[in-house]
């Protein structure tokens, strides 16, 4: 007491953890398949504050070995409670090809690397080295099919090839990156 008053009285409070669900986490970026379990870094920040990873919070990881959605499950530690969910995508790996040749007139022929991981893929040609207009798409549903030949072209020209395998989950295609181009002139 102060003043006119005398005497202490004592209370007791509680300092509650602070809840995780709230805080920021940031964005876990794209992981390539290479058959072992992704367990990507995952960054939390309250405000400005970076939380220590095995002291403030700790990261399980789930459905992180094949391709498709994958899941990271951040719970609060010591000064922090409560948990948060963020997924994240494992994407095919790189495509890879093998060959590009014109085996006739008008038409041009690419081979690649199967990969029993995947759905199919998608070949991707032009007459632009850097792929920058004029692109065209050819579509590959089935993963044993490591060839196509392209026809209609025009004779006498350079076209650039390059492939990429995708995965289709939930109707939704995941891609892996683009192999190296080939070009070729077709006959």
Same mark, same amino acid.
């Given at each position: 007491?102060?003043?006119?008053?005398?005497?202490?009285?004592?209370?007791?409070?509680?300092?509650?953890?602070?809840?995780?669900?709230?805080?920021?986490?940031?964005?876990?970026?794209?992981?390539?398949?290479?058959?072992?379990?992704?367990?990507?870094?995952?960054?939390?920040?309250?405000?400005?504050?970076?939380?220590?990873?095995?002291?403030?919070?700790?990261?399980?990881?789930?459905?992180?070995?094949?391709?498709?959605?994958?899941?990271?499950?951040?719970?609060?530690?010591? $000064?922090?409670?409560?948990?948060?969910?963020?997924?994240?995508?494992?994407?095919?790996?790189?495509?890879?090809?093998?060959?590009?040749?014109?085996?006739?007139? $008008?038409?041009?022929?690419?081979?690649?690397?199967?990969?029993?991981?995947?759905?199919?893929?998608?070949?991707?040609?032009?007459?632009?080295?850097?792929?920058?207009?004029?692109?065209?798409?050819?579509?590959?549903?089935? $993963?044993?099919?490591?060839?196509?030949?392209?026809?209609?072209?025009?004779?006498?020209?350079?076209?650039?090839?390059?492939?990429?395998?995708?995965?289709?989950?939930?109707?939704?295609?995941?891609?892996?990156?683009?192999?190296?181009?080939?070009?070729?002139?077709?006959?």
């Amino acid at each position: 007491g102060q003043g006119i008053y005398t005497g202490m009285a004592k209370k007791t409070f509680t300092i509650q953890a602070k809840s995780i669900n709230g805080l920021k986490v940031s964005k876990i970026d794209n992981e390539t398949y290479n058959g072992s379990a992704k367990k990507p870094e995952v960054t939390v920040k309250d405000g400005k504050e970076e939380l220590i990873i095995g002291t403030d919070y700790t990261v399980k990881y789930s459905a992180n070995k094949k391709i498709g959605k994958a899941k990271a499950v951040i719970s609060g530690k010591g $000064n922090y409670t409560g948990t948060k969910t963020v997924y994240f995508l494992i994407v095919p790996s790189k495509a890879k090809l093998s060959k590009v040749v014109s085996p006739k007139a $008008n038409s041009i022929k690419a081979t690649w690397k199967k990969d029993k991981n995947v759905t199919g893929y998608e070949i991707q040609y032009s007459t632009s080295k850097k792929f920058s207009k004029g692109n065209k798409i050819a579509s590959i549903k089935k $993963n044993k099919t490591v060839t196509k030949t392209i026809i209609g072209l025009k004779k006498a020209t350079t076209y650039y090839v390059r492939v990429r395998a995708y995965k289709t989950i939930r109707g939704k295609k995941n891609y892996g990156a683009w192999s190296g181009k080939k070009s070729v002139k077709c006959k």
